[in-house]
């Protein structure tokens, strides 16, 4: 019955700005570390952005400088915030909800982002 929910993907032009959301169905959000993964036909899925319980980050080389990760838990919400886009970024990305401590890795159906003039 967990369910991670993602919004905000949509068609942008090249230089533009999305906010991915994502809000999970987990009983206490606050102790699990959240990430943002892509994927894009024939490739392995990637990390693109994670953030733990102290809140602190880690990002791909790719994105770092251009992408935020950030989370509210009281919504139990992380966010992506993508700048200055490429249509290298065009993917579909998957929310992600880890606690090894107690087995617990869940993730989300995907939102598609595609980066095109």
């Known amino acids: 019955q967990v369910q991670l929910v993602e919004s905000g993907g949509g068609l942008v032009q090249p230089g533009g700005s999305l906010r991915l959301s994502c809000t999970a169905s987990?009983?206490?959000?606050?102790?699990?570390?959240m990430g943002w993964y892509r994927q894009t036909p024939g490739k392995q899925r990637e990390l693109v952005a994670r953030i733990k319980e102290s809140s602190s980050t880690n990002y791909a080389d790719s994105v770092k400088s251009r992408f935020t990760i950030s989370r509210d838990n009281a919504k139990s919400t992380v966010y992506l915030e993508m700048n200055s886009l490429k249509p290298e970024d065009t993917a579909v990305y998957y929310c992600?909800?880890?606690?090894?401590?107690?087995?617990?890795?869940?993730w989300g159906q995907g939102t598609q982002v595609t980066v095109s003039s």
């Open positions: 987990v009983s206490i959000f606050s102790i699990y570390t």
């Open positions: 992600n909800a880890a606690q090894p401590s107690l087995g617990h890795n869940y």
